[in-house]
Each structure stands twice: as structure tokens, then as C-alpha cells.
């Protein structure tokens, strides 16, 4: 049942848009509205860049002052899922209300190391929902594209209920 504990890709987008306070992105795509709220979400952006100091992390290796999986589940995705006894992919799949058995399966599996920063991942599933795959043996021309932002996918962070301990 791994593959139901899945999210949309433009969900995941959306969420690490508005953990690192980019309200721009999330007003151009419509997922947000109101400029009270767009103001909210650029507040993240001094939250982001504090979460990222070794300092605020005693227990976790330093890694000079970037930030990793480790920092920002620490900071955003425990204190976002804290109320919610749920991982953050289940907040937004709405189908599993109240059955998590509706939710929609996951069409792939996103592998990383959580020593890396979240904005690798941020950028590199943008272009592959915005790269068309394209093949010099069999002409010119789209195949496709290698994702969708509507694909459902499994994100180990996001997939788990992880409780902040503090």
C-alpha cells in the first residue's frame, strides 16, 4: 500500500514553492489567489534561510550552512504535519477522506539522499515536467512528456508521518 501514500507532482512543487516563500511561482500557477496570503508565504523565505544554519540544528551533522532533507523536514514537514496525524502527500490527496484505500496510486517513485538540498529536487522535477522527450533516431518531433504535473508520485518525506519530537 506504499504506492497510496502518494501526492501530485504539482502538489509537491507547490508545497516546497511555499516552504521557501515563493509566492510569485504559486501566484502564476493559480495556487494561490489572495496577496494576504501570498504575503504569508513570502515570509517563508527568511524561514528557509535561517532553517538552513547548522546552528538551528544541533543533532544533525553540519553541512556548511546548506540545506538538506534533514533541516527542512525538521523545520517545515513535522510542524506542518503536527495537527494533521497524517504524512503531508495524505494532507493533499484528497481522495483519501476518509478512505485511503481511493487514493490514487503512484505512477513513480522519487529516490534522493537526504543530505541534498530540496531546490535540487525542486529544479530537476520542474524540468522534467517541462522537458519533451525527443528521439534523433526516429525524426524530430515530441514523444511526450517524461512527467505531468497531474502524475501522482511516492516521496518518502512527504509519504511519512513524521513527528516533531520538540
Request: charged share 25%; aromatic share 12%; net charge neutral.
Amino acid at each position: 500500500m506504499p504506492q497510496k501514500f502518494s501526492m501530485k507532482i504539482q502538489d509537491l512543487l507547490g508545497f516546497l514553492a511555499w516552504c521557501n516563500g515563493d509566492a510569485e511561482e504559486l501566484l502564476s500557477k493559480k495556487m494561490i489567489t489572495d496577496e494576504t496570503i501570498a504575503e504569508m508565504c513570502r515570509k517563508n523565505k527568511d524561514v528557509y534561510a535561517a532553517s538552513k544554519l547548522d546552528f538551528f540544528h544541533p543533532g544533525i551533522c553540519r553541512n556548511g550552512n546548506r540545506m538538506s532533507w534533514y533541516k527542512f523536514n525538521n523545520t517545515f514537514t513535522c510542524n506542518y504535519t503536527r495537527t494533521m496525524a497524517k504524512g503531508v502527500a495524505l494532507c493533499f490527496n484528497t481522495n483519501t477522506n476518509p478512505d485511503p484505500e481511493q487514493a490514487e496510486d503512484a505512477k513513480c517513485m522519487i529516490s534522493y539522499a537526504y543530505d541534498t538540498d530540496p531546490d535540487e529536487l525542486r529544479s530537476t522535477l520542474k524540468s522534467l515536467v517541462d522537458s519533451k522527450w525527443e528521439s534523433k533516431d526516429l525524426g524530430r518531433g515530441y514523444f511526450g512528456q517524461i512527467l505531468k504535473e497531474e502524475d501522482s508520485i511516492f516521496f518518502c518525506s512527504f509519504a511519512n508521518y513524521q513527528v516533531n519530537r520538540k
